[in-house]
């Protein structure tokens, strides 16, 4: 019984995490069509900025949306200056179809090795704001803290207000309407170029948040935000990689098996999961489970 | 019957060209370094594993960025090979090769219908997960890894030196696979591939099965990375986790796009010398300049992911193309421009 309530909590808690940068990810991918692969490096980076806040001003409270809004930058940047240059460059010949996965590794690879230059590969402690020791009830110390809770907690908040933003507001209208026709919308007046730049920026804002929560109590490095990508992708392709609701309940479907692998099978298997679960996923659900008709052909 | 005939004669040709650089390289074996040797034997590594990421994406369209995976399979393949059976060399090369493609083949039957990015993230998966699997398992030796015996040279050569025999190995191996992968992409099957990648629709209506020859080129194109994990073990001598990490896997992608991603010859060849090239580069730089260990170790990444981007953005499909259209351009102007 201990051990099925510890699993759900830490699946819940892990899935929080890999929702939201399932979301980061669905957001670029619904709008421009590329899987950013850079976005566990823009993630990290943003997630630097915000340990230079804590370490200067030691307010986590600030750190947060610096951390967010440097993530938006760097996105927003990103965007501009070389996916859509890119898209009209590279619009032919063999590189096309994988021309932007590979200019997104490329950015992963600067960000790596920038990121290492400025701060070194040596791992910085991140202070949270909030215990990350183990909440006890009773007797029994249940593998799930404070901080577990403001993770849960914070990706509620951001999710439904961005599930808020995209269904009650005129931009987010537009955001979707981008998405889904470009060129129909370009006639019906959206500027379809600011408006993706503006999904990008969103996007990077959701993966700076991710890093954000999930460094305090670990430790920060250049790379320890990589292993993030994968969960996130993973849990994007559960959900069908455009849906927001997908890639909620995708970072909870992966976070649980994840979870419960863990204690009741073996801890060296966390590697592993994902990998399965996303073989599995892509067998017998190809289009994910929240995935329209379109073909898989993007 | 003339068709066949030509095309015999451009076999022919083609093999008579690989005999001759095989013979030069021979010749220079012995006039130069051991350092030239090693790197020799690097860039030898690199061609190879260059080449299965140019049939994959060059030609079938595909992504992965988990070769740096099946070259880890073919190196463990291998080292366990010559470990429990008792192989000599030679044969524990195949058997990389075809351990690597058999797993090849089961992701490609799983990926087959899939493109792009979901290619991209399931090989990205594997690519994370397949190190945690030698802290699985003991067999596979951990973090240490396991040691590999590339042997001596025939005696029929005489006393020959380590890393000159190491490089003989590489060099000879890299030349076989060139030319093997020349003959499989100017085929019907590299039609194939170049057909489903500019449009798979259109493909399928002229009878090719395309899911079914997207598998082979996945297959393929695992085989000889692990071909290629093969060779870097046997000149490292050993066998570890460490030597395949995610880095590698995008060096490679970085390798084949910089001289034009469906460049087999002279394509992989310049990527490799690139890659093998930069890290002197940056060795050289360091010590002439005393930059800093952080700076240092980080500076050859740094100096490929923007090399990377600088290619796809500016020569997309290599420099090839970019002269071509220049050259198309000038002699559009120089016949009076009109239009």
């Known amino acids: 019984m201990e051990k099925l309530i510890s699993a759900s909590l830490i699946g819940l808690s892990q899935g929080a995490i890999f929702a939201l940068m399932a979301l980061a990810l669905v957001l670029v991918f619904r709008s421009t069509r590329v899987v950013n692969f850079a976005q566990a490096g823009q993630a990290m980076v943003s997630t630097y900025i915000g340990w230079e806040v804590v370490t200067r001003t030691e307010n986590y409270w600030i750190a947060l949306p610096a951390a967010a809004l440097a993530g938006a930058l760097l996105a927003a940047i990103i965007e501009t200056f070389l996916m859509r240059p890119l898209a009209k460059r590279a619009s032919h010949g063999a590189i096309a179809p994988v021309a932007s996965i590979i200019a997104s590794l490329g950015v992963l690879g600067v960000l790596h090795s920038g990121a290492a230059m400025i701060w070194t590969s040596e791992q910085k402690l991140f202070l949270s704001p909030v215990s990350v020791n183990g909440i006890e009830i009773g007797s029994t110390v249940y593998p799930f803290s404070q901080a577990d809770i403001l993770i849960i907690s914070t990706v509620i908040i951001v999710m439904s207000t961005f599930a808020f933003f995209f269904q009650r507001t005129s931009l987010g209208l537009s955001l979707r309407a981008a998405a889904f026709q470009p060129e129909i919308s370009r006639l019906a007046g959206v500027k379809v170029d600011r408006v993706r730049t503006i999904g990008w920026a969103l996007s990077g804002a959701a993966g700076a948040i991710v890093g954000v929560l999930v460094t305090p109590g670990n430790y920060l490095s250049p790379f320890s935000l990589d292993i993030l990508l994968v969960y996130g992708f993973v849990a994007a392709v559960i959900g069908g990689l455009e849906s927001p609701q997908g890639a909620a309940l995708g970072g909870l479907i992966l976070g649980m098996s994840l979870s419960f692998t863990s204690i009741y099978v073996s801890s060296g298997l966390t590697f592993i999961v994902p990998f399965v679960v996303l073989l599995l996923i892509l067998i017998v659900k190809p289009k994910g489970i929240f995935g329209g008709g379109s073909s898989r052909n993007a | ?339």
């Open chain 2, 1 to 339: 019957m003339e068709g066949v005939l030509e095309m015999h004669s451009t076999h022919r040709r083609r093999l008579i060209l690989f005999i001759v650089v095989g013979a030069v390289l021979f010749y220079f074996s012995s006039r130069v370094g051991i350092l030239r040797l090693y790197q020799g034997s690097t860039v030898s590594m690199y061609v190879i594993a260059i080449g299965s990421i140019i049939l994959l994406t060059g030609y079938s369209g595909q992504i992965s960025l988990g070769n740096g995976a099946f070259m880890a399979i073919g190196a463990y393949v291998a080292v366990l090979s010559q470990l429990y059976l008792d192989l000599p060399f030679v044969l524990t090369f195949f058997v990389a090769v075809i351990g690597a493609a058999l797993a090849g083949l089961i992701l490609g039957i799983a990926a087959a219908r899939l493109t792009g990015p979901y290619l991209a993230g399931a090989t990205l998966a594997l690519a994370v997960a397949l190190p945690s699997l030698a802290n699985l398992f003991p067999v596979l030796g951990g973090e240490q890894g396991l040691g590999y015996d590339s042997g001596n040279a025939p005696t029929l050569f005489g006393e020959v030196a380590r890393f000159k025999w190491l490089f003989w190995i590489s060099s000879f191996t890299a030349l076989i696979t060139c030319l093997i992968l020349q003959n499989i992409l100017k085929s019907r099957y590299g039609r194939i591939w170049k057909s489903i990648r500019s449009n798979s629709v259109a493909a399928e209506l002229t009878g090719i099965h395309a899911s079914k020859s997207k598998v082979l080129a996945f297959m393929l194109s695992a085989g000889i990375a692990g071909l290629a994990g093969a060779v870097l073990t046997m000149s490292l001598g050993t066998v570890s986790p460490s030597a395949f990490p995610l880095s590698l896997s995008f060096a490679l992608i970085t390798g084949a796009v910089i001289a034009g991603i469906s460049s087999l010859l002279p394509g992989s060849l310049v990527g490799a010398v690139v890659l093998v090239g930069m890290s002197q580069l940056v060795g050289t730089l360091t010590t002439r300049f005393e930059i800093g260990d952080v700076l240092a170790q980080n500076l050859k990444e740094l100096i490929v992911s923007a090399l990377l981007i600088l290619a796809v953005v500016f020569t997309p499909n290599g420099p090839g193309e970019k002269i071509r259209e220049m050259r198309d351009h000038r002699k559009h102007h120089s016949h009076g421009g009109h239009r």
